[in-house]
């Protein structure tokens, strides 16, 4: 069974910057595309920013120039540095990961989720 589980995030003010990063723990598996997600109150979850195995990268327009998520596969982390931040940035940030199992499928997995909040 595989555990995500995230860490970083916080209080911070506009304009500054925050990292979330996640951690895969378990064996027997490899993972394929790592993304992060985010819910603000009363609305759906969204894609932040996606990463596939071999490193290619796709964000949400409005994180474009100022998000970068970037993986090491060795560690089966995943890091999400956050600059420029804004208000609107506000929201709980999942992690999510695609498992491999061997199973001719992945399997799809949800860290806890984080805060981070940005003050105006």
């Known amino acids: 069974q595989v555990q995500l589980v995230e860490s970083g995030g916080g209080l911070v003010q506009a304009g500054g910057s925050l990292s979330v990063s996640c951690a895969a723990s378990g064996s027997g598996f490899s993972i394929d595309a790592m993304g992060w997600y985010r819910q603000a109150p009363g609305k759906q979850r969204e894609l932040v920013a996606v990463?596939?195995?071999?490193?290619?990268?796709n964000y949400a327009d409005s994180v474009k120039g100022r998000f970068t998520i970037s993986r090491d596969n060795a560690k089966n982390t995943l890091l999400l540095q956050m600059n420029s931040l804004k208000p609107e940035d506000t929201a709980v940030y999942y992690c999510?990961?695609?498992?491999?199992?061997?199973?001719?499928?992945?399997?799809?997995?949800w860290g806890q989720g984080t805060q981070v909040t940005v003050s105006s």
């Open positions: 999510n990961a695609d498992i491999d199992y061997g199973l001719g499928y992945p399997v799809d997995y």
């Open positions: 990463i596939s195995s071999g490193g290619t990268t």
